[in-house]
C-alpha cells in the first residue's frame, strides 16, 4: 500500500505565515522637517535684525516667487522654483552676507506665502531651506503693499510670457 501526504493543513500554515509578517513588518517610515516654533508667550521687545542679512520671498501664483532684499521693496524681482531660479538668489545672499557679516548662517529669509499660492509651492521652499542650509527663515504673512506690487509684478510677468 502507498501512502498519501496530505498538505492542507500546510498550505494553510504558509498562508497564515503570511499573514503574521506582513502585519507585522513596518513598510516606510515617513519622512518629517522639524521646524522650530517660537514662544507663545508675548515680548515687549521684538528682535531687530540688520537689513542687510535679509531676503524676502513673497511666493505667488503659477510657481513663481517675487524677492526682494532687506527691505528695498522697489527693487521686486521675479524668479521660479528651478535649481538656476530661487536657489542662485539665496546662494547670491548668502554669498553677500557671508562678505559683509563674516558668516553666511547670518542670512534670514523672510517666507511669505500668498493666498494664491499652493501649499507644494511652500514645500519647495522649505526644502530650497534645507538643501542650502539656510537655518534661520520665517514664515509669516505679506503685508497690503507686498500684495498689491506681487499682483501688479505678476500681470506684468504674465503679458511678457504671453507676448515671448
Do not use: C, W
Amino acid at each position: 500500500m502507498s501512502t498519501r501526504v496530505d498538505l492542507t493543513p500546510m498550505v494553510d500554515l504558509g498562508f497564515l505565515l503570511i499573514t503574521f509578517f506582513i502585519f507585522t513588518t513596518t513598510l516606510s517610515e515617513p519622512k518629517t522637517m522639524s521646524l522650530t516654533v517660537p514662544s507663545d508667550k508675548p515680548t515687549n521687545e521684538p528682535t531687530t535684525v540688520p537689513k542687510g542679512k535679509t531676503l524676502n520671498l513673497i511666493l505667488g501664483p503659477h510657481n513663481t516667487i517675487l524677492y526682494y532684499m532687506g527691505d528695498e521693496q522697489d527693487k521686486v524681482a521675479t524668479t521660479n522654483y528651478a535649481s538656476s531660479g530661487v536657489r542662485n538668489v539665496i546662494l547670491q545672499k548668502m554669498k553677500e552676507v557671508a562678505q559683509h557679516y563674516g558668516d553666511a548662517k547670518e542670512t534670514i529669509i523672510l517666507i511669505k506665502p500668498l493666498e494664491s499660492s499652493t501649499y507644494q509651492n511652500l514645500v519647495a521652499i522649505l526644502d530650497e531651506m534645507a538643501i542650502n542650509g539656510v537655518k534661520r527663515y520665517i514664515l509669516m504673512d505679506a503685508d497690503s503693499r507686498e500684495k498689491s506690487f506681487s499682483a501688479n509684478n505678476l500681470t506684468i510677468h504674465t503679458n511678457i510670457v504671453k507676448n515671448t
